[in-house]
C-alpha cells in the first residue's frame, strides 16, 4: 500500500463560521487552528495548503478565564531600543477583540512561512454577528463552552 500524498487537485477549501460568543480562547484558538491548517481532514498532508477558510464572529464576547483578563499582556516593539509596548489583555478585547483571536491562532499555528500564509488569507475575524461572507455559505462550525469551567 502507497503512502497518500495529497495534491492541488485533491485539495478543496471549505467556509466555517464560529460563533465565539461565551468560548474559552484557548479552546477557540486551538480548533480555528485546525480547521485552517486542514487536520480535520483525511487529506491532510503538512506541507500542502488543504486547510478551510474560518469566519469568526462575536469576538468581542470570548472568555478569558481565570485572571487572564487582568494578567495576560500582549508584547509589542517599535523598532527602538527601549520602546517596548505592553498592552493588557481587557484593553486589547475592549479596543480590537479581533486582534486577541488573531494572536491566539497564530501562536497555534508552526512558525513557518506556509502558516503565515493561511493566517493572512484565511483567518476572517469580526467583533459582531454581520460578517460580509455569507455569499460563500459558510457551514456552521459548534465550538460549546467547556462545562467544567461554565
Do not use: C
Amino acid at each position: 500500500m502507497k503512502t497518500f500524498t495529497a495534491k492541488p487537485a485533491d485539495i478543496s477549501h471549505d467556509w466555517h463560521i464560529v460563533d465565539a460568543s461565551g468560548v474559552p480562547l484557548g479552546r477557540l484558538a486551538s480548533l480555528v487552528a485546525q480547521l485552517i491548517r486542514g487536520k480535520h481532514k483525511p487529506t491532510y498532508t503538512p506541507h500542502m495548503d488543504g486547510g478551510d477558510f474560518v469566519v469568526v464572529v462575536n469576538t468581542s464576547k470570548v472568555r478569558l478565564t481565570g485572571r487572564k483578563l487582568t494578567n495576560k499582556v500582549y508584547f509589542g516593539h517599535t523598532g527602538y531600543m527601549g520602546h517596548e509596548r505592553f498592552t493588557a489583555a481587557r484593553d486589547l478585547l475592549a479596543k480590537h477583540p479581533e486582534r486577541v483571536i488573531e494572536k491566539a491562532v497564530f501562536g497555534m499555528l508552526p512558525k513557518t512561512s506556509l502558516a503565515k500564509q493561511k493566517l493572512r488569507g484565511k483567518l476572517k475575524v469580526y467583533p459582531g454577528p454581520e460578517h460580509p461572507h455569507a455569499a460563500q455559505q459558510p457551514k456552521p462550525f459548534s465550538v460549546t463552552p467547556s462545562k467544567a469551567t461554565a
